[in-house]
């Protein structure tokens, strides 16, 4: 193992009673929060009014931020800003999926920042001091209940960059698999996706390629994903299923099993996001397809193939085996029910130069543009097109 740091400071409350905690642990924070959240989704379900009552018995004054779009926009950040401090909020409140939670955090980042918040998605700036954050995650997926990165879509630019600073750690995460029951099989799959593809990243995409302890912790998570994904959607009320998932999905990007393996580059994210920034698609269908295309580009890889044996529990002695872990990965996505490629969700062929563009564009802002020229990328996304 290589030598690693490990920090993650949120404390989690998980299971059917989690929410039962918040009027001892939120007014530790403070007398007024934010409280941000999605669309109809939390008031539909009868969790806002659940909220209304919990802040109610806590004494705490809240303001609200909702309207929180999936692959959320600067703009929004930006006015949460502004209402945050014009209220002088103690701390922010995210209800709802990783969106909620990533413009709580780049909220609590620009409340004491004057200048262009972008510049922090840019790496221009790094936020000096943030608000303190509590996530109630109601979807499983992107992990940024238990970590420290926020991602944001620029409006006009329809670029979406990272932020990632050790101030956006939540201070503390209530975690109840029950409020992703009436998630629909769609973004379940789509979630699951997006938690899995963490893993892969992690797995394919390493310095320290042994078999370790922490290559283990990765085929657990991604077999346990595979496992409870195929039955959340099956049954969505199927408590096992959510929490496994649930608890997959926070332990994917919470930084435990990258420890020890070096370097490591997120490719498949990189070439994403100008997918679903550009074009409003979910994110876990455009990692899904994008996934597939690097699984069938680099299929006689070591790393694809460890992968193959691991997950698929596949013996790869030939070609013949090798093309039946590419069946493999294909038959979880047809499973879900998840789109194969980018010619099927109404990606014009003329717009791969554009997404080329765009990813080299932030391989270059994280200085890996070397390792991923225009060409790399270009024959990834031709490959994922059909």
């Known amino acids: 193992m290589k030598d690693f740091e490990f920090y993650i400071p949120t404390k989690v409350f998980f299971g059917k009673k989690a929410l039962t905690y918040i009027p001892k642990e939120l007014p530790k924070l403070g007398k007024k929060t934010l409280w941000v959240f999605g669309r109809s989704f939390i008031k539909t379900t009868g969790l806002y009014e659940k909220l209304q009552n919990l802040l109610y018995k806590a004494q705490i004054k809240y303001i609200e931020l909702g309207g929180v779009k999936p692959n959320p926009l600067l703009?929004?950040?930006?006015?949460?800003?502004?209402?945050?401090?014009?209220?002088?909020?103690?701390?922010?409140?995210?209800?709802?999926?990783?969106?909620?939670?990533?413009?709580?955090?780049?909220?609590?980042?620009?409340?004491?920042?004057?200048?262009?918040?972008?510049?922090?998605?840019?790496?221009?700036?790094?936020?000096?001091?943030?608000?303190?954050?509590?996530?109630?995650?109601?979807?499983?997926?992107?992990?940024?209940?238990?970590?420290?990165?926020?991602?944001?879509?620029?409006?006009?630019?329809?670029?979406?960059?990272?932020?990632?600073?050790?101030?956006?750690?939540?201070?503390?995460?209530?975690?109840?698999?029950?409020?992703?029951?009436?998630?629909?099989?769609?973004?379940?799959?789509?979630?699951?996706?997006?938690?899995?593809?963490?893993?892969?990243?992690?797995?394919?995409?390493?310095?320290?390629?042994?078999?370790?302890?922490?290559?283990?912790?990765?085929?657990?998570?991604?077999?346990?994903?595979?496992?409870?994904?195929?039955?959340?959607?099956?049954?969505?009320?199927?408590?096992?299923?959510?929490?496994?998932?649930?608890?997959?999905?926070?332990?994917?990007?919470?930084?435990?099993?990258?420890?020890?393996?070096?370097?490591?580059?997120f490719a498949l994210h990189a070439m994403e996001h100008p997918l679903s920034g550009g074009y409003d698609i979910p994110h876990g269908m455009g990692l899904a397809i994008l996934m597939r295309a690097w699984i069938k580009k680099y299929k006689e890889n070591d790393m694809i193939k460890r992968f193959f044996e691991k997950i698929f529990e596949l013996p790869i002695k030939n070609k013949f085996m090798v093309e039946k872990g590419v069946e493999k990965f294909e038959e979880w996505l047809k499973e879900m029910k998840i789109p194969l490629n980018l010619k099927e969700i109404g990606i014009p062929y003329e717009d791969l130069e554009i997404l080329t563009e765009k990813a080299f564009k932030i391989f270059r802002l994280y200085k890996a543009e070397k390792e991923y020229s225009k060409n790399k990328i270009k024959e990834i996304l031709e490959i994922a097109y059909f």
């Open 75 to 265: 703009s929004k950040v930006i006015e949460g800003v502004e209402v945050a401090k014009k209220n002088k909020v103690d701390f922010i409140l995210a209800v709802g999926g990783g969106s909620v939670i990533d413009t709580a955090k780049a909220i609590a980042c620009g409340y004491y920042h004057s200048e262009n918040l972008w510049d922090f998605f840019e790496r221009k700036a790094f936020p000096e001091k943030a608000l303190p954050i509590v996530a109630i995650p109601t979807i499983s997926g992107t992990g940024s209940e238990l970590n420290e990165v926020s991602v944001i879509t620029h409006d006009i630019q329809k670029i979406k960059h990272s932020l990632r600073s050790p101030l956006l750690f939540p201070k503390i995460s209530f975690l109840d698999p029950t409020l992703t029951f009436t998630v629909s099989p769609e973004y379940t799959a789509y979630g699951a996706i997006d938690a899995f593809s963490h893993v892969f990243e992690f797995f394919i995409n390493r310095e320290n390629k042994k078999e370790d302890l922490t290559e283990d912790l990765m085929i657990i998570l991604m077999k346990n994903i595979l496992k409870w994904s195929k039955i959340a959607i099956k049954q969505p009320d199927n408590y096992q299923a959510r929490a496994n998932l649930m608890w997959a999905s926070g332990l994917a990007l919470c930084g435990l099993i990258k420890a020890g393996i070096g370097s490591y580059r």
